[in-house]
């Protein structure tokens, strides 16, 4: 029968029909050797003296510290009958009393024990040792490649010197690799765990005695894992906000499982590294806010069940996230906002008429800033609303236009210019001035 391991315990299994049958060792009590067995019988063969008529079977056990009484088989084995004897486990001293057809016999040992002197001594064992492994118990998840400590206790009156044997089965069908044998009964031993990946692994401990009994006991259903989980952020590489959501991917391509994650922060593009917030299952997204604007290094490392770690963070690993919550600064080159677009720099006309060529300047700066992200717009008066002159244009070049020919005349006219990040962040100017649009030449009157 085999009984497999409940971890707190101990389980005995008797040695499998195909497992090789251990050879009896003696075992030594001072000066001297005795032998110890799991015979159902024992028959003694001797050679008889003459005129024997019959045999007695005399035996005495040990109790651990001292010889019981003699005592008498029941049945008296006439010549020429084999003297077996059944005898139950212990630790015996035999010894046959000859009786002649004469009737004379030798000492009898319940009158005159002082007189009897054992003939052999043997002790019977047919208990295989009880085993209980303490860990891994069933259901462990371990690391493929790693050492554990391997605990077990193992206990026998007989064990023999070198008892332990330990195995292996990735696949629990019952075929067993031999991790170590010939083990002394320290009750550990260290193990790295092969990086073969399982969950049907059976870990087997068995311990042996001096009969060559076999005891053993298993952890069922381990597991091992022996790839790290990997993360990433995959995104937004840009934010206009101070706190985002980030959208991840933890995996495991290994049977135990993710556990835990965490995101980790670099500020400084992977000299230094710093712990940030744990991520929970299900580990698809997480909340970070950032001190500051910025460049930042992200980076996620993911544990397993069975204690697999991604690598460390360290240098330029992980996804870059840039932080930027600030608009571009856009500025105009005049305080009206436009001049002649033949002039050089802010120019000082400030009245324009339907048709002219005029040009508006400005600088527009971000550090993410979006290429041809510039629009111009202008309004005739500040009820009117915004009229879209161009868009989609160079952010270091001069916007040239003509005043619209079904501009009104005015005096309040102004433009505003916007520029974006790539955040997102939009920056804008307005003209401090207006400038007025003329669209008629007036008539003079005579005074």
């Known amino acids: 029968m085999r009984c497999f391991l409940v971890p707190t315990l101990a389980l005995t299994a008797s040695l499998a029909a195909a497992e090789p049958a251990l050879a009896p060792e003696p075992f030594r009590d001072g000066t001297k050797d005795i032998k110890v067995m799991s015979d159902k019988d024992l028959p003694f063969a001797f050679k008889a003296p003459e005129g024997l008529a019959s045999t007695e079977l005399w035996f005495q056990g040990h109790d651990g510290a001292k010889w019981g009484a003699w005592q008498k088989h029941a049945q008296a084995f006439a010549k020429d009958t084999p003297v077996v004897w059944a005898p139950p486990e212990g630790r015996w001293q035999i010894y046959l009393r000859p009786i002649k057809t004469s009737g004379i016999a030798a000492a009898d040992p319940s009158k005159e024990p002082e007189k009897v002197k054992a003939q ?12 209980a492994v303490t860990y891994p118990g069933s259901k462990t998840k371990l690391r493929g490649g790693d050492k554990y400590t391997v605990t077990w206790t193992a206990a026998d009156p007989y064990l023999r010197n070198t008892p332990i044997s330990i195995k292996w089965s990735r696949d629990g069908s019952g075929t067993f690799e031999t991790v170590a044998s010939d083990l002394p009964n320290s009750g550990t031993f260290e193990w790295t765990v092969p990086r073969d990946m399982t969950q049907t692994g059976v870990l087997r401990i068995e311990a042996g005695d001096k009969a060559g009994n076999l005891g053993s006991a298993e952890s069922n259903g381990i597991l091992v894992d022996s790839i790290k989980p990997k993360g990433r952020v995959t995104g937004p590489t840009i934010t206009a ?52 604007d910025g460049r930042f290094r992200l980076y996620v490392i993911a544990t397993d069940g069975a204690g697999n770690v991604s690598t460390a963070a ?134």
């Open 120 to 131: 052999r001594e043997v002790i019977i064992d047919r208990s295989a040792p009880q085993v």
């Open 241 to 292: 906000k101070g706190e985002t959501a980030l959208d991840l991917d933890v995996a495991d391509t290994g049977p135990a499982g993710l556990t835990a994650a965490r995101l980790w922060i670099s500020q400084d593009d992977g000299v230094s590294w710093t712990e940030g917030p744990p991520i929970e299952a299900p580990f698809k997204s997480v909340a970070w806010k950032a001190p500051q």
């Open 314 to 447: 360290k240098d330029k690993v992980g996804d870059v996230l840039t932080v930027d919550t600030a608009a571009p600064t856009v500025l105009l080159a005049s305080a009206i906002g436009i001049s002649e677009s033949t002039v050089a720099g802010a120019g000082g006309r400030r009245d324009f008429k339907p048709g002219d060529r005029v040009q508006v300047v400005f600088t527009a700066k971000d550090s993410n800033l979006v290429q041809n992200s510039v629009s111009v717009l202008w309004q005739s008066d500040a009820s009117k609303p915004w009229v879209e002159l161009g868009k989609g244009l160079p952010v270091d070049q001069a916007f040239r236009f003509q005043i619209p020919t079904d501009a009104p005349d005015t005096k309040s006219a102004r433009v505003k210019v916007t520029a974006a990040d790539a955040a997102g962040n939009v920056g804008e100017v307005t003209a401090a001035e207006s400038f007025t649009i003329q669209t008629s030449a007036g008539e003079i009157i005579l005074e």
